[in-house]
């Protein structure tokens, strides 16, 4: 009997530090992704400024507010997958219980993994190292620099898909523990 408590406490430290990385993962891209944006709204303002007011408008703000969107939509996206949010067609996995439930949930897990593992991560580090040549016209900046997002994006979305899957399972496990505690019976007699 100790033996499976161990286990289960093993099991419930575990997802504590799952969930501990996963919200420091979560502070970590609103930080980044709030900064981006903030410089982006500053560029905007400033690209007004210098067309209506100073009759001549800044280049140089309007190249690098569409890189800083770039970042800053990647980032939301992979946050999205963090807190479970992003755009989801569940009327199918809301019908199914059981096995069936499970079986979705797992394939929906590994299509997005592999999705994230082949085309953002494979496929952006094949178009970084293509582009790391490029420069930007008007910044200089190569190219390479804003196509980095996509395998940082990718790396993040699976590490958020395996985050999940693991809370997901801790869930299952929790649930099954508590309907596997039975209540001794009642004395009616009194």
């Given at each position: 009997?100790?033996?499976?408590?161990n286990?289960?406490e093993?099991?419930i430290?575990m997802?504590?530090?799952?969930?501990?990385?996963?919200?420091?993962?979560?502070?970590?891209?609103?930080?980044?992704?709030?900064?981006?944006?903030?410089i982006?709204?500053?560029c905007?303002?400033?690209q007004v400024?210098?067309r209506y007011?100073?009759?001549s408008?800044?280049?140089?703000?309007?190249?690098?507010?569409?890189?800083?969107?770039?970042?800053?939509?990647m980032?939301?996206?992979?946050?999205?997958?963090?807190s479970?949010?992003?755009?989801a067609?569940?009327?199918?996995?809301?019908k199914?219980k059981?096995?069936k439930?499970?079986?979705?949930?797992?394939f929906?897990?590994?299509?997005?993994?592999?999705f994230?593992?082949s085309?953002?991560v494979?496929?952006?580090?094949?178009?970084?190292?293509?582009?790391?040549s490029q420069t930007s016209p008007?910044?200089g900046?190569?190219m390479?620099y804003?196509?980095?997002i996509?395998?940082?994006?990718?790396v993040?979305?699976?590490?958020y898909?395996?985050?999940?899957?693991?809370?997901?399972?801790g869930?299952?496990?929790?649930?099954?523990?508590?309907?596997?505690?039975?209540?001794?019976?009642q004395?009616?007699?009194?």
């Amino acid at each position: 009997m100790s033996f499976v408590k161990n286990i289960q406490e093993v099991g419930i430290q575990m997802l504590s530090t799952v969930k501990s990385i996963k919200a420091l993962l979560n502070r970590s891209i609103m930080i980044i992704a709030s900064i981006l944006t903030i410089i982006l709204v500053c560029c905007a303002l400033w690209q007004v400024f210098s067309r209506y007011i100073l009759g001549s408008p800044s280049i140089i703000t309007e190249e690098l507010s569409r890189f800083l969107l770039i970042w800053a939509a990647m980032l939301g996206g992979a946050y999205a997958f963090g807190s479970k949010e992003q755009l989801a067609i569940v009327f199918l996995k809301s019908k199914l219980k059981g096995l069936k439930k499970k079986s979705i949930e797992i394939f929906i897990d590994m299509v997005t993994i592999i999705f994230a593992g082949s085309v953002l991560v494979k496929g952006g580090v094949d178009l970084v190292s293509y582009t790391l040549s490029q420069t930007s016209p008007i910044l200089g900046l190569p190219m390479g620099y804003v196509y980095m997002i996509l395998p940082i994006t990718g790396v993040l979305i699976i590490i958020y898909q395996l985050i999940n899957i693991l809370e997901r399972r801790g869930q299952d496990a929790y649930s099954e523990q508590q309907e596997n505690i039975s209540v001794p019976p009642q004395n009616s007699e009194g």
